[in-house]
């Protein structure tokens, strides 16, 4: 049976291709201290919903390759305990490594593969895990994200009973926060895929620069059931980052504000501070602020469509709303296609944009506090 990637593969996978920069990730990835683990007796906080969750969980919770029985809220898919120290642990990546960036685009790639129009999974594509297959790895759009799957793969080798769905998520709503942004609704229990003939084919996310650039990204964001609101104000996830033009062919190699990090030097930022998540993308792009920050034809039509204006024009001047906007566009986008184990959570992942609402997301499945 295929398996996902180990450490191991990646690595030599990486050393196979011997470019500098992939030389140099390889040492860090060598050089990465086995973190000592640590459990918790703990349960997780937990309310009345959870208890159908807590019946399948009192009998033997796995955690790392030992066993309790201890009572916590379980999605069957991914251990609670271990999401929870997964997610220290990528704070402590996000500190070091100032990945912020590359790990949020990391979730948004395996996410945003879905097509609503196809039921079946994993053929709807989606967060499922696919993306740490070679195969979509080697899709252009995803050039250079095997240096997001390398910095969290040590973690995925740590916890076991996390799934590389949650994985991707978790790094990516954890990023974001730690960058300043709003706290994300999130739901785990995402199931992986497990071997790469199961990942959609090439082609299905967005382009940077294509004819039409409305008529593109309302081509791609509706076949994932996204709509115009939810468009602009994921696309204000560029306030984090850069561009690279021997990745994405897109961006200069370096500006006055990448050319000494944090993090890798270079590449071409769209904010001034690229690793601080506000609102800054809409404001610089309304200002045309600078030539040294980049503007995508993706990003400047949010400004010129005038149904996207009309969102892009509000989170300039409004940064509270944004962030309420994004949060929610986030989370939805983190469950697109999603197969939830428990199930009942599936049905989440059907609600349109017109009904969802946020505060009674996390209403059922397994939610860490
Ligand atoms: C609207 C359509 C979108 C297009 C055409 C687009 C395109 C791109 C391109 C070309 C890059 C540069 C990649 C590189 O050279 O390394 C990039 C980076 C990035 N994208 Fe997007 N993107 C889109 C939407 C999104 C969304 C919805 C999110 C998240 C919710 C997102 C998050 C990011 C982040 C954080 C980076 C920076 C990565 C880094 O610094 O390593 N993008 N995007």
New binding site residues.
């Given amino acids: 049976m295929a398996s996902s990637l180990s450490t191991a593969a990646i690595s030599s996978r990486i050393f196979a291709a011997s470019s500098s920069s992939s030389t140099s990730l390889l040492s860090l990835l060598r050089s990465t201290p086995s973190l000592s683990f640590s459990y918790s007796f703990r349960s997780l906080a937990f309310s009345s919903h959870f208890s159908p969750l807590l019946r399948r969980s009192t009998a033997s919770v796995r955690s790392s390759g030992r066993f309790s029985t201890v009572a916590s809220p379980r999605c069957a898919a991914s251990d609670p305990n271990q999401l929870k120290s997964a997610r220290e642990d990528i704070k402590e990546l996000l500190k070091s490594k100032f990945c912020h ?2 790990l ?2 990391l979730g ?1 790639h395996d996410a ?1 593969t879905y097509n609503k129009n196809i039921e079946a999974w994993p053929q709807r594509g989606g967060a499922n895990g696919s993306l740490r297959f070679e195969v979509e790895l080697k899709h252009a759009a995803n ?2 994200l095997v240096n997001a799957l390398n910095l969290i793969q040590p973690i995925k080798d740590k916890y076991s009973g996390v799934t590389y769905a949650d994985l991707f998520q978790l790094a990516s709503a954890t990023a974001i926060e730690e960058a300043g942004g709003p706290k994300i609704p999130m739901k785990y229990g995402r199931v992986d895929v497990s071997a790469p003939n199961e990942c959609p084919e090439e082609g299905r996310l ?3 620069g294509p004819p039409s650039p409305a008529d593109h ?1 309302r081509g791609v964001f509706y076949r994932m059931g996204l709509n115009d609101k939810e ?1 602009v104000a ?2 204000g ?2 306030t ?5 033009p021997e ?2 062919g ?2 200069k190699p370096e500006t006055k504000y990448t050319k000494d990090g944090p993090g890798a030097p270079g ?1 071409q930022s769209w904010t001034v501070q690229w690793l601080k998540f506000d609102n800054s993308y809409f404001k610089d792009i309304k200002a045309k602020r600078d030539e040294d920050l980049l503007v ?1 034809p ?1 990003d400047s039509v949010i400004f010129e469509d005038p149904s996207f204006k009309v969102y892009a024009e509000k989170y300039a001047e409004d940064q509270e709303t944004f962030f309420k906007d994004y949060a929610e566009a ?1 989370a939805k ?1 983190s469950n697109l296609g999603a197969k939830f184990d428990p199930p009942e959570i599936d049905a989440l992942t059907q609600v349109t944009s017109k009904n969802f609402v946020a505060p009674e997301y996390p209403r059922k499945g397994c939610k860490l506090e």
């Avoid at 984090?240 to 690279?244: A, K, M, Q, T």
Wanted: hydrophobic share 40%.
């Fill in positions: 960036p590359i949020v685009r948004w945003g050039a250079g967005p382009d940077a990204l468009i994921l696309s996830a560029h984090l980052g850069r561009s690279r990745r994405s897109w961006g590449g995508l993706t986030h986008l």
